[in-house]
């Protein structure tokens, strides 16, 4: 079944969960969609986690787009969903209509994401759906602002948990069909998945929201570091370097291939 915005809209109202993993290649997108994770989101962590940058800023559209084009032939039935980089949406609606119209015609994705929930950007979320283009918001932690913020949890004071939570509701009025809520406290992300009817994709935000997300690298152990609320269900990072050692010492020791 292909996964459109309209399911996981559905699947609130259903009280069904949303598991959302990012992908950045082919072979990781594969394996993702047969294994039915609902949404697959070329994040752009892929910035940290396939480019080797420090954070998110450096990446380009041309480079998203081209990992989401290999990430596109891989992914049969889940919804996806690509991020606009760091300064591709933000000069104007118009700059995002630019930016998410390329990813969509070049890319076919289901979807854009973009990050904040201030006025100008609820206005440019407005004018896409408008277009005709999907879009998904990311709220609390959001890491293209890391320079202002750093990688710290948000929301935390009275004040500043009311000004999320009036985001969010701007980005269902604008037209989202759900949004993200990054590292934010649990009872703060409740109160914001109680006042949406879009879902809440949460990570690092408690178990109160409508979906969960994590960065594929950090489930499989693959990242050089990870954020304390992501869980690692696998060490990758070990079994590959026992495995490629394997081979070296092998190589080395004139035992592969064997002889025949
Ligand atoms: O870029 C990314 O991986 C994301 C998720 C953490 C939501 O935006
Ligand atoms: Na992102």
Redesign the pocket.
Known sequence: MLITPQHLIQWKQQNRAIA?L?AWDYAIASILDRAGIEVI?V????SM?ALGHET?LPLTLDEVIHHAKAVRRGVKEALLVV?LPFLTYQESWQQAMHSAGRILKETNAGAV?L?GGYPAIAETVARLVQAGIPVMG?VGLT?QSVRQTGFRQQGKSHEAGEKIVAEAIALEQAGAFAV?I?HVPADLAKTITESLTIPT?G?GAGIHCDGQ???TSDVLGLGTWKPKFAKTYLDLNALITQAVQEFGEEVRAHKFPPET
């Open positions: 959302v990012t989101l994040g752009d962590s892929l986690v998110t991020d994401k990050e990311h890491p993200v990054e994709i990570i997300v994590l960065v």
